[in-house]
C-alpha cells in the first residue's frame, strides 16, 4: 500500500516541477490561466492526484493530502507573483511607449498686459488710496471756465500761452490741464463731512508736433488735499513719499517755481537714480531730475470756488504719468505710448501687481 | 536770461563758488539749469600782435609773423581775409585747445611753417549769433583802446573768465530778467544788499522838449520818456561793453544800439533808438494801427498790421511796432548823427498779443509783456544817454521828454505771522520774517501778530498775502521745512462705483489674454465716423494741426485698426488688443463723452505650435470671448441681431442687446479696410465694442449666494432637419419655450448642411439639459417636455425630427 503511496508523491514531486518550470516561462495571463487550470481545476492534475486518494490506505491520505494542499497553494503564490510581474512589466511597456521629449516647446496662450501708462497710473492711485484719497474722474471737453477761469487763469493770462490749447469752440477746449477737476471737486465737496482728498488721472492734450519727447495727447494725475489745517510741510512730507515710492529716491530738492493755481509753487526734483548726481545723459548732467510741479492752492482758486481761503487751505500738485513712466522704465521715445507696438506693449507685463 | 557772475560783482561781494551759489539760487529762487564757463577746456590762447602779414601767392592765406611776448616772433599762416599787419588779435599757440577739444599743433601749411593759429570768436567757442557782424567770418581783432598786450591770455579781456548762470525764469520772476534785478535777488537769498548805483547824466545840449511834440495815448503807453541825442559818432562799443553784452547772449552792433541793449540789461527797462531825422516834423504819436497800413521791421520782415498793434508813427506813418521791434524807415545806420531815445511802459496784452500775430518776440517785447519796473523808466533812459555819450561822442540834449507819466503806488499787503507760519507749517517769529523783508529790501511793520509789508514797484509780482508766504517760505528754504503728513480726520480712499466696474473689465479682458492699448483720440474726420452704429455729429478742433488729427473719435475701434496697420508692418501679426477710453460726439448741442471697450483680434487664438494645433480666429471665437466676458459680469441673455456698421463685415457682424438694450457690436472687420490700408491687406480681423454707459448699470451687485444643485441633471439630444434659412436663435427660442420649467441649458452640438442634406436645408444637433432644483427628475417627465419641444418644433418651424 505504501508503494501507492510512494507513487503518488514521486508524481507530485513531477508535478511539481513541471508546473514550476511552466509558471515560469508563461508570457502572459493567459498563459498562467491556463496554466491554473490545467494544474489546479476541476480536471487539473492536483485534483487528480486527489481523486487517486481512494487508492491508498487510509491513514496516508492525510499526509498525501497536506502535499497535494501545500503545493496548490505554492502553484497559486507562484501564479499570483507572474501575474503582478507581468502587470508591472506591461505597465512599464506602456510608459515607454508613452515617452515624450520634454524638451519640446509647451503650447502658449495669449498672455494679456496692461498699458505701461496704466501700470504707473494703477500704481499711484493705489498708492493714494492708502493714503485716503479719493480717485475722480472729469471730462476731457473742458470749458473755458473750469479749465481756466476758475483755475486763476483768467482771459488774456500770459500763462495762457504756456499751454498750446485745442479750442473747440469760443468756450470748449480739449483740456490742457487735468486742473479741471480740482476746480469741480472744490465746488461740490462738502467739508463738513471732512477734508478733501483726491487725485484726478487722465488724457489731457497740448497743441504740439508730436516728436520723441513731445505728444500733443499724454496723461496726468492730479492731487489736492484740502482742509483747515494743511501746511506745506504736509505737502513737502507728500511729495517726498511719492518720490520714494515711485523712484525710490529718498532726496528731493523744492525748487521755487510758478503755477497760476497755486502760490507759493514749487517743481520737485529728484537725485538723478541712474547715476546718483553725477552727471549722466539722463539727468542732462544736472544730477536732479524734474518729476513734477505742486504748490499751496491759491486763495483765488477757492475763492472761485466759494471756500473761503481764510479758513481753508490745502495743496496741489500734478504728475505726469508719461514722464514718470519714462524715467521709469528709461523709454526714449514718448510716442511709444501710443503707437502700440506688441513688443513693447508685452514687456511691461512683468511689472504689474 | 543770462546772467554774468563777474557783472554781479559790481553789486555784491561775492567769494562763493559759482557753481556752489547757482545752486543756492536754484533752490531759493530762480533755476539755474546750467551755468557756463567760456574758457573751460580752452588752453593758450593769448593776445597776438601781427608785425607783419604777407599773401602767399595763388592763395587766399596770408603770411604772418606775430609778436606773443615770446623772444622772438611767431610764423603763423593765416587764411581769414580780414588779417593786417598792426592788429592786436587770438594767438592759439602750438599744443593750444580751442572748441570742441581740438588741438592746435605747429604744422607746415603749403610747405609754408605754421607756429600757431589766429583764430575767430567761432573757432574759440562764441555762438555765431553773439559775433560782431564785422568778425563772423573772419579773426576777431581787438579794437583800439582795447588796453591787450601780446603773450597775456585772452580769457579776460573777452570776458571768457566769466561765470555765466542760465536764469530760467518762470513768467512772474520778470524783475530778475536784469542786472539791477538780479543783483537783488542774490542779494536777498546771501543777505547782502546790493549796491545799486544812481546815474548822473550831463545835459549838455540846448533844450528841446518845447519844440517837439509827442501824441501818446496813456491806455497804451502809461509812460513813454524821450529824450535827444546829437552829435553822434557811430563806431565800435568798448570790448568791455562789447563782452558783457556777448556774456549776455546779445550781439554787438555799435555803440548806440549796444547802449539801448547794455541799458535794458542793467536796468530791465526796453529802449529803443530812432534815428532823429525820422521826425525831422517834430511830431511823434502812439497809437494803434490803421486798417492797411504796413511796417518793415529791421529784420526785414513785412508787416501787415492790426487795428490792436500798438505803433509809434511820425505825422503820416509807423516807424516802429512799440515794444516789439523798430522800422527800417527809422533805423540808426553808420550814418546817423542824432537820435531821438525812447524809454516807455507799454500795455503788456498788447504788445503779447501782437508779438503773437506777428510771430517777432524780442527781448523787448519778452519784457513789456510780462511787466516791467515803473521805477527804472527815467534810469534806463539815462544810463542810455550816459552810455552814448560816453561812448559815442553825444551831446545830450537837454530836458527829458515826458509825454505820459503814470505813477504806480508801492503795494502794500497786510498779513499775519500766523497766517504765515500756517500755510508754511513753520514756527517762525515775526522778528524771523521782519529779516526776511529786511533782506528783500521790502519795507514792513510788525504789530503784534499783524505784518504790514511795502513791497516796491521793482517786485510788481507780489499782491497778495499768498505772495508773501511765498517770499517767506522761500528765503527761510524749502530744505529747511520739516516734512510732515496732513493731520486730519480719517478719510476713507477709493474708486467710484463706475470706475471700480470699469477697472474689472479691463482686469477680465486682460486676463482673456489680450494686450490694453492707449490710442490717440483725435483722427481725420472719415475715420472718426467709421464703427458706430448711430449717426452723432462729429466734434472737431478748431485749428488743428493737420486734417489727420482733426475729429475726435467716435470709436475705439479706429486706434485699434491703427495700432493693428503699426504691427502689421512691423511684421507682427498675432494680435489680441483692447482698448477701454472714451468716444466722442455731439447731440443736441451738447458734448458727449462716452466710455467704451473694444477688443481687435487677428491670428490665431494661441501662439503658433509645431504641434499644428493652431485654431485661427473667427466670428464665433471673438462672439464667444464677448459673450464669456459679459457672463462674468452677470449678463447673460444677450440677443445677437445681424447689423450693419460702418467698417465692418456688412454679412458678418452682429449687434449685441442685453434685452432691449443695444450694447455694441461683434463681427468681422470690413476687408475694403485694406484698399486704403496696405498694412491689412492678407488679414482678418475681428473686434467688438461695447458702449460701458449702457453696459455698466447692467452688472451685478449685491450677488446672493446659490446653492449647487444637489440632484442629478438629464441630458436628451435632439436632432432636426430645417430650413437653411431657420437661424439657430428661432430654434433655441422654440426650445425654450416648450420645455417646461426643468429645461436648464441648451446647447447646440452641431450644425451641418452638406451633401447628404436635402437642398435648401440644414442639419441640426441641440443637447437638452433637464433639472429639477428640488428632487430627482423622471425619465418620464422628460421624455413629455421633450415631446412637446418636437412637437413645436415641427410645427412652428416645420422641422423634420430625426
Ligand atoms: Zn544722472
Not at chain 2, 57 to 72: M, N, S
Not at chain 2, 148 to 156: A, I, L
Amino acid at each position: 500500500m505504501s508503494d501507492e503511496l510512494d507513487k503518488l508523491l514521486a508524481r507530485l514531486k513531477e508535478i511539481q516541477a513541471e508546473g514550476s518550470q511552466e509558471i515560469d516561462q508563461a508570457v502572459n495571463k493567459e498563459k498562467l490561466n491556463d496554466i491554473r487550470v490545467k494544474f489546479m481545476g476541476r480536471k487539473g492534475k492536483l485534483t487528480e492526484i486527489l481523486h487517486s486518494m481512494k487508492d491508498i490506505a487510509p491513514e496516508n491520505r492525510r499526509t498525501l493530502g497536506q502535499q497535494v494542499n501545500s503545493l496548490r497553494d505554492k502553484f497559486q503564490a507562484s501564479i499570483d507573483q507572474a501575474n503582478q510581474d507581468l502587470t508591472h512589466k506591461l505597465i512599464q511597456q506602456r510608459l515607454e511607449a508613452e515617452k515624450l521629449d520634454v524638451t519640446l516647446p509647451g503650447r502658449e496662450p495669449l498672455m494679456g498686459s496692461k498699458h505701461v501708462l496704466r501700470i504707473v497710473e494703477d500704481d499711484l492711485e493705489k498708492f493714494f488710496i492708502g493714503m485716503g484719497y479719493q480717485v475722480v474722474q472729469g471730462p476731457e471737453i473742458e470749458t473755458d471756465h473750469y479749465c481756466f477761469e476758475m483755475m486763476n487763469l483768467p482771459k488774456d493770462h500770459p500763462a495762457r500761452d504756456m499751454q498750446a490749447t485745442f479750442w473747440i469752440d469760443d468756450e470748449h477746449l480739449l483740456r490742457t490741464q487735468t486742473s479741471g477737476d480740482q476746480a469741480r471737486v472744490l465746488e461740490k465737496h462738502d467739508f463738513s463731512q471732512g477734508p478733501l482728498k483726491m487725485v484726478g488721472p487722465g488724457k489731457v492734450y497740448r497743441r504740439d508736433d508730436d516728436d520723441a519727447t513731445h505728444s500733443h495727447q499724454f496723461m496726468q494725475m492730479e492731487g489736492l488735499v484740502v482742509d483747515k489745517h494743511v501746511t506745506m510741510g504736509d505737502l513737502k512730507g507728500t511729495l517726498e513719499l511719492i518720490a520714494k515710492h515711485v523712484f525710490g529716491s529718498t532726496e528731493i530738492r523744492l525748487r521755487p517755481s510758478y503755477f497760476p493755481f497755486t502760490e507759493p509753487s514749487v517743481e520737485m526734483d529728484v537725485r538723478c537714480f541712474n547715476c546718483g548726481g553725477k552727471g549722466c545723459p539722463i539727468c542732462k548732467y544736472e544730477g536732479w531730475i524734474e518729476v513734477l510741479g505742486a504748490g499751496m492752492v491759491h486763495p483765488n482758486v477757492l475763492e472761485n470756488a466759494c471756500i473761503d481761503s481764510k479758513v481753508y487751505g490745502g495743496f496741489a500738485f500734478g504728475v505726469g504719468l508719461d514722464r514718470f513712466a519714462i524715467l521709469k522704465y528709461s523709454i526714449d521715445d514718448i510716442r511709444d505710448f501710443y503707437t502700440n507696438d506688441i513688443r513693447f506693449l508685452t514687456q511691461f507685463r512683468q511689472e504689474e501687481d | 536770461m543770462l546772467i554774468s557772475y563777474n557783472w554781479l560783482q559790481d553789486f555784491l561781494q561775492l567769494q562763493v563758488d559759482p557753481a556752489v551759489l547757482a545752486e543756492k539760487i536754484t533752490r531759493t529762487g530762480v533755476e539755474i539749469p546750467t551755468t557756463a564757463h567760456p574758457m573751460a577746456g580752452l588752453k593758450k590762447l593769448v593776445v597776438g600782435h601781427v608785425l607783419t602779414s604777407e599773401k602767399i601767392e595763388g592763395t587766399h592765406l596770408h603770411k604772418c609773423q606775430v609778436e606773443v611776448g615770446q623772444e622772438a616772433p611767431l610764423q603763423i599762416v593765416c587764411g581769414a581775409p580780414n588779417v593786417a599787419a598792426g592788429e592786436d588779435v587770438i594767438v592759439a599757440l602750438h599744443g593750444a585747445r580751442i572748441a570742441g577739444n581740438e588741438k592746435i599743433k605747429r604744422g607746415k601749411i603749403r610747405g609754408i611753417e605754421s607756429n600757431g593759429m589766429i583764430c575767430g570768436l567761432q573757432e574759440i567757442g562764441f555762438a555765431d549769433k553773439v559775433v560782431p557782424a564785422k568778425y563772423l567770418h573772419g579773426i576777431f581783432v581787438f579794437s583800439a583802446g582795447s588796453d591787450v598786450k601780446p603773450g597775456q591770455d585772452v580769457y579776460e579781456a573777452l570776458g571768457m573768465d566769466d561765470y555765466i548762470f542760465d536764469f530760467d525764469i518762470t513768467p512772474n520772476r520778470a524783475d530778475t530778467l536784469s542786472m539791477e534785478g538780479a543783483a537783488y535777488e542774490v542779494g536777498a537769498i546771501i543777505d547782502q544788499k546790493p549796491k545799486i548805483e544812481q546815474v548822473v547824466l550831463k545835459e549838455d545840449g540846448p533844450a528841446w522838449s518845447d519844440k517837439f511834440e509827442a501824441q501818446v495815448d496813456p491806455k497804451l503807453a502809461p509812460k513813454y520818456y524821450l529824450r535827444k541825442l546829437t552829435g553822434i559818432k557811430i563806431g565800435e562799443s568798448p570790448l568791455w561793453l562789447q563782452t558783457r553784452l556777448w556774456n549776455a547772449g546779445i550781439r554787438p552792433v555799435n555803440n548806440v544800439v549796444d547802449a539801448t541793449n547794455y541799458a535794458m540789461l542793467l536796468t530791465g527797462q526796453p529802449l529803443h533808438a530812432y534815428d532823429a531825422k525820422t521826425f525831422a516834423a517834430g511830431k511823434l504819436i502812439v497809437r494803434q494801427a490803421q486798417a492797411g497800413e504796413k511796417l518793415e521791421l529791421l529784420n526785414e520782415k513785412e508787416l501787415e498790421l492790426d487795428p490792436q498793434d500798438i505803433v509809434i508813427a511820425d505825422e503820416n506813418k509807423p516807424v516802429s511796432l512799440a515794444g516789439i521791434m523798430g522800422g527800417m524807415n527809422s533805423e540808426v545806420t553808420d550814418e546817423t548823427t542824432e537820435v531821438i531815445l525812447e524809454a516807455a511802459v507799454f500795455d503788456p496784452t498788447l504788445i503779447r498779443k501782437a508779438a503773437l500775430r506777428h510771430a517777432n518776440r524780442t527781448d523787448a517785447s519778452a519784457r513789456f509783456e510780462k511787466g516791467v519796473n515803473w521805477d527804472n523808466v527815467q534810469k534806463g533812459i539815462d544810463v542810455a544817454a550816459l552810455l552814448m555819450r560816453n561812448h559815442a561822442a553825444a551831446t545830450v540834449d537837454q530836458g527829458l521828454l515826458k509825454a505820459t507819466d503814470q505813477q504806480r503806488q508801492a503795494v502794500v499787503v497786510k498779513t499775519t505771522t500766523s497766517y504765515i507760519n500756517h500755510v508754511l507749517g513753520t514756527e517762525l517769529s515775526g522778528e524771523d520774517i521782519a529779516k526776511i523783508f529786511d533782506r528783500l529790501g521790502f519795507g514792513h511793520e510788525l504789530a503784534g501778530d499783524d505784518l504790514t509789508v511795502t513791497v516796491p514797484n521793482r517786485r510788481w509780482d507780489i499782491e497778495i498775502p499768498a505772495d508773501l508766504v511765498e517770499e517767506v517760505g522761500r528765503l527761510y528754504g524749502y530744505d529747511n521745512l520739516e516734512s510732515t503728513q496732513p493731520l486730519l480726520p480719517e478719510t476713507h480712499g477709493g474708486y467710484s462705483v463706475r470706475e471700480t466696474k470699469i477697472r474689472r473689465l479691463r482686469k477680465l479682458v486682460e486676463g482673456q489674454g489680450l494686450n490694453e492699448t492707449i490710442n490717440y483720440t483725435l483722427t481725420s474726420p472719415k475715420a472718426a465716423k467709421l464703427f458706430t452704429k448711430s449717426d452723432h455729429k462729429l466734434i472737431k478742433v478748431a485749428w488743428p494741426m493737420n486734417s489727420g488729427r482733426s475729429a475726435l473719435r467716435q470709436s475705439l475701434l479706429i486706434g485699434l485698426v491703427n495700432a493693428v496697420s503699426y504691427n502689421f508692418a512691423h511684421k507682427q501679426e498675432q494680435l489680441m488688443l483692447f482698448e477701454q477710453g472714451r468716444v466722442y460726439n455731439l447731440d443736441d448741442g451738447k458734448y458727449n463723452e462716452l466710455e467704451h471697450l473694444a477688443a481687435l483680434y487677428t491670428g490665431t487664438a494661441a501662439h503658433h505650435n509645431w504641434q499644428k494645433l493652431d485654431q485661427p480666429v473667427d466670428f464665433y471665437w471673438v462672439k464667444g470671448q464677448l459673450t464669456s466676458l459679459l457672463a462674468a459680469v452677470g449678463i447673460k441673455d444677450l440677443t445677437f441681431k445681424a447689423a450693419i456698421i460702418p467698417g465692418m463685415h456688412p454679412t458678418r457682424t452682429a449687434a449685441v442687446y442685453a434685452g432691449e438694450r443695444y450694447l455694441g457690436f461683434v463681427g468681422m472687420l470690413a476687408p475694403v479696410l485694406a484698399v486704403k490700408d496696405k498694412n491689412l491687406q492678407g488679414h482678418d480681423l475681428y473686434g467688438y465694442e461695447l458702449n460701458l454707459e449702457a453696459l455698466l448699470p447692467l452688472m451685478t451687485t449685491g450677488l446672493k449666494n446659490e446653492p449647487a444643485p444637489k440632484y442629478p441633471s438629464i441630458e436628451r439630444d435632439v436632432s432636426l432637419l430645417v430650413d437653411k434659412e431657420i437661424t439657430n436663435a428661432q430654434v433655441v427660442d422654440c426650445i425654450k419655450a416648450n420645455g417646461g420649467k426643468y429645461l436648464q441649458a441648451v446647447h447646440v452640438m452641431d450644425v451641418y448642411d452638406g451633401m447628404q442634406i436635402e437642398h435648401g436645408k440644414k442639419s441640426l444637433a441641440y443637447r437638452l439639459i433637464f433639472l429639477n432644483k428640488q428632487a430627482t427628475l423622471t425619465d418620464d417627465v422628460v421624455s413629455k417636455a421633450v415631446e412637446k419641444i418636437d412637437a413645436a418644433l415641427a410645427d412652428q418651424l416645420e422641422a423634420k425630427i430625426r
